[in-house]
């Protein structure tokens, strides 16, 4: 589990490819990897990936074709950096959210809008994930926890700070860049849940209909 706290930037020194796969290093930048063992998981621009081999200023990883088709990892290459943060342990500050490394979709952002002392950032989210979006609630873009300012159906703004620029990947995007998705989780069960005794039969989502049936919604 992680908590979308950046530790570090690493920059990505080659993916080799495996078959399906392929077999990332990473150069670790300022992330401490003293207490980093194989089989560890270091969460990849949101992305959970398991060290297979380690230095002091390098880890290895391999991505499988699942993940590479259902993130971000598609448009990767050797020279990009990403942001890096060591699973957490128990005791670390929770500083965050919940965050499980497993990506749910690739955004895409629509609009840069800088201003005096902020950075407006609006991404396009899958239409499917745009339920689990709302105002003031948590998501996750490229492992970084972020609080969600403004909604416009599938669209989201975010107001990002000098400090979270300068030491992750946000200070980079631009109108068309791609980025990981993790909504929270807790909105998946939550979900899943007002399902009730539906769940173990339902085989569709959950739709407008459904929650002014049961309440939810002014008919």
Not at 5 to 14: D, H, K
């Amino acid at each position: 589990m992680f908590t979308g706290i950046v530790a570090a930037l690493g920059t990505i020194e080659s993916m080799t490819d495996r078959g399906e796969a392929i077999r990332l290093k990473v150069a670790s930048g300022k992330l401490d990897m003293t207490d980093v063992a194989l089989g560890d998981s270091i969460a990849t621009n949101g992305v959970c990936l398991t060290v297979v081999d380690f230095s002091q200023h390098h880890y290895s990883a391999d991505v499988s074709a699942e993940t590479i088709r259902l993130t971000g990892f598609a448009h990767y290459s050797p020279g990009m950096q990403v942001n890096l943060e060591k699973a957490m342990q128990v005791g670390d500050r929770f500083g965050g959210h919940i965050v499980s490394g497993h990506v749910d979709g690739v955004g895409e952002v629509s609009k840069v809008i800088p201003h005096s002392d902020y950075v407006e950032i609006w991404i396009k989210a899958p239409d499917d994930l745009a339920r689990y979006i709302a105002h003031k609630g948590s998501i996750t873009v490229d492992g970084v926890s972020l609080t969600v300012n403004k909604v416009n159906g599938s669209e989201f703004m975010l107001w990002i700070i000098p400090h979270t620029l300068q030491e992750t990947v946000l200070g980079t995007y631009k109108t068309g860049t791609r980025v990981n998705l993790e909504v929270d989780v807790i909105a998946r069960y939550l979900e899943r849940l007002m399902l009730g005794d539906q769940a173990a039969n339902k085989k569709n989502d959950i739709s407008l209909e459904f929650l002014a049936e049961h309440g939810y919604l002014k008919k």
